[in-house]
């Protein structure tokens, strides 16, 4: 992305009639009660909005190691056309743009640069990745241009500062402590950890070791690889001779399945624990056969492929959406879903706010307390003071004999009847009473439904 002058001198040619804070602009007059605008270098409140469009864009790994997680924008394409078909969003149309940036910060950053400058747009929507969010979060931020649903739970990019950008996902503090626990439940003497050499990988390994040596459980052997790396080989042949109960992957794309397939390979069997990013059909259709059994993960969401909602209401109008919408997506890909729910997310977050401009937008984003029918019972979308809005998670342990996952009890491990969860809740000790999906007794202000 162009730097925050140069950033800043492209809008300004255009739009020299725009009111800047401190220069005649009433943030009150522009749903600024949060006076979100008082440190902007610059302030467009209604840019990419016109009487009848809503221009967003995104950038995202169309291409490359991680092209599986980028089909994000096949769910979430879909989600908005159909509530466009719908009559949009107070009469506007939204108009998305994707662009594909290979999971390559400076890539994104140019993406995002052309998004803002050339395109006009609103906001940006659904960023994929913590290096590559890291790499706009701040030109956004300067410039006052929502930056919401960021594909990511790294603590680094949850920061209280950056009030114009707002995490989707779970934090990977969260996960890392939930994958933990269910190690120290499980009795291991030993983890080890194989994670990708950034900030993505950094955010699960920090999180992941305290509550480990806490518990009097060595941590062992702990590897990286770079993204680009073609191979992880090395690093398994390590691991193995460590030979430890445990091993948490932190991993992305293709090198998940590497990683399975090779621990498969060395006839160590340690207990898999992996990051979320590692349990979406696509890459699962790599592992070769056995590989990954028994793997533990964490959701959050309905996956397409559980068994359990196969006659799930919201699933079905999602595949039927995909159909007509997204025809060349794969209605069972993890990645595809998660596109649909933060279009859910999105849309409820436009139509809560006062008015249609940016400040109104990321106040409402702020405010949010959300169900929508593509979560699991109970999860909810509540950032209210929080820059962490998701803070539950469900276990799961992935079958490779019917390549399906099935929930278990944190505590025991064991498979859950069908029908059941045990939320993990940030803050409490992961044992949670099992309950039925239809018992949260939230108040649901949504349910995502157009």
Not at 23 to 28: H, K
Not at 187 to 196: A, C, L
């Given at each position: 992305m162009a730097?925050?002058g140069?950033?800043?001198a492209?809008v300004?040619?255009?739009?020299a009639c725009?009111?800047?804070?401190g220069?005649?602009?009433?943030?009150?007059s522009?749903?600024d009660s949060?006076?979100?605008t008082?440190?902007c270098l610059?302030y467009d409140?209604?840019?990419?909005v016109?009487?009848?469009?809503?221009k967003?864009?995104?950038?995202?790994p169309?291409?490359g190691?991680?092209?599986?997680?980028?089909?994000?924008?096949?769910?979430?394409?879909a989600y908005?056309?159909?509530?466009?078909?719908?009559?949009?969003v107070?009469?506007?149309?939204?108009?998305?743009?994707?662009?594909?940036?290979?999971?390559?910060?400076a890539?994104?950053?140019?993406?995002?640069?052309?998004?803002?400058?050339?395109?006009?747009v609103?906001?940006?929507?659904g960023i994929?990745?913590?290096?590559?969010?890291?790499?706009?979060?701040?030109?956004?931020?300067d410039?006052?241009?929502p930056n919401l649903?960021?594909q990511?739970?790294a603590?680094v990019?949850?920061?209280?500062a950056?009030?114009?950008s707002?995490?989707?996902f779970?934090?990977?503090?969260?996960?890392?402590?939930?994958?933990a626990?269910r190690a120290?439940?499980a009795?291991?003497?030993?983890?080890?950890?194989?994670?990708?050499n950034?900030?993505?990988?950094?955010?699960?390994?920090?999180a992941?070791?305290?509550?480990?040596?806490?518990a009097g459980?060595?941590v062992?052997?702990?590897?990286?690889y770079?993204p680009?790396a073609?191979?992880?080989?090395?690093?398994?042949?390590?691991l193995?001779?460590?030979?430890?109960?445990?091993?948490?992957i932190?991993?992305l794309?293709t090198?998940?399945?590497?990683?399975?397939?090779?621990?498969k390979s060395?006839?160590?069997n340690?207990?898999?624990?992996?990051?979320n990013?590692?349990?979406?059909?696509g890459l699962?259709?790599?592992?070769?056969?056995?590989?990954?059994?028994?793997?533990?993960?964490t959701?959050?969401?309905k996956?397409p492929?559980?068994?359990?909602f196969?006659?799930d209401?919201a699933?079905?109008a999602?595949?039927?959406?995909?159909?007509?919408?997204s025809?060349?997506?794969?209605?069972d890909?993890d990645?595809?879903?998660?596109?649909?729910?933060?279009?859910?997310?999105?849309?409820?977050?436009?139509?809560?706010?006062?008015?249609?401009?940016?400040?109104?937008?990321?106040?409402?984003?702020h405010e949010?307390?959300?169900?929508v029918?593509?979560?699991?019972?109970?999860?909810?979308?509540?950032?209210?003071?929080?820059?962490e809005?998701?803070g539950?998670?469900?276990l799961?342990?992935?079958?490779?004999?019917s390549?399906?996952?099935?929930f278990?009890?944190?505590?025991?491990?064991?498979d859950?009847?069908?029908?059941k969860t045990?939320l993990?809740i940030?803050?409490?000790?992961?044992?949670?009473?099992v309950?039925e999906p239809?018992a949260s007794?939230?108040?649901?202000?949504?349910?995502?439904?157009p």
């Open positions: 730097s925050t140069s950033l800043l492209a300004l040619l255009v739009t725009t009111a800047r804070v220069d005649g602009g009433d943030p009150a522009t749903g949060l006076n979100l008082a440190d610059h409140p209604t840019a990419g016109t009487t009848d469009t809503i967003l864009g995104t950038s995202l169309l291409t190691a991680l092209a599986i997680p980028g089909t994000f924008h096949f769910g979430l394409e908005l056309a159909t509530v466009n078909a719908e009559g949009g107070n009469g506007r149309k939204i108009e998305l743009t994707v662009l594909d940036d290979g999971y390559d910060p890539k994104t950053a140019t993406n995002v640069n052309e998004l803002v400058n050339r395109d006009k609103f906001g940006i929507v994929l990745g913590t290096a590559t969010a890291l790499a706009v979060q701040q030109d956004l931020q410039n006052c241009v649903f960021i990511t739970g603590p990019v949850a920061d209280p950056q009030t114009w707002q995490i989707q779970p934090t990977y503090s969260l996960e890392a402590q939930a994958l626990q120290i439940n009795g291991v003497k030993s983890v080890s950890i194989i994670s990708q950034d900030a993505f990988g950094k955010a699960y390994v920090d992941l070791v305290s509550p480990l040596k806490d459980v060595t062992g052997t702990q590897v990286t770079d680009g073609p191979s992880v080989e090395t690093q398994i042949t390590q193995a001779a460590d030979g430890a109960d445990a091993v948490f932190a991993a794309g090198k998940c399945p590497q990683i399975l397939n090779g621990i060395s006839r160590w340690p207990l898999l624990l992996s990051v990013f590692c349990t979406s059909r699962l259709g790599l592992l070769e056969d056995g590989a990954g059994d028994d793997m533990i993960g959701t959050w969401y996956s492929t559980d068994p359990q196969a006659q209401g699933l079905a999602y595949r039927e959406a995909l159909a007509k919408y025809p060349a997506a794969d209605p890909e990645f595809v879903l998660d596109g649909w729910l933060v279009g859910q997310l999105l849309v409820d977050v436009l139509k809560s706010a006062e008015t249609l401009d940016r400040a109104s937008v990321m106040r409402a984003a949010a307390n959300l169900h029918d593509t979560m699991l019972d109970g999860v909810r979308f509540a950032a209210a003071g929080t820059t809005p998701i539950q998670v469900q799961r342990r992935y079958d490779s004999a390549k399906t996952f099935l278990i009890d944190p505590k025991s491990g064991d859950l009847p069908a029908g045990s993990i940030r803050g409490t000790n992961p044992s949670a009473d309950r239809s007794g939230a108040p649901r202000p949504s349910d995502g439904k």
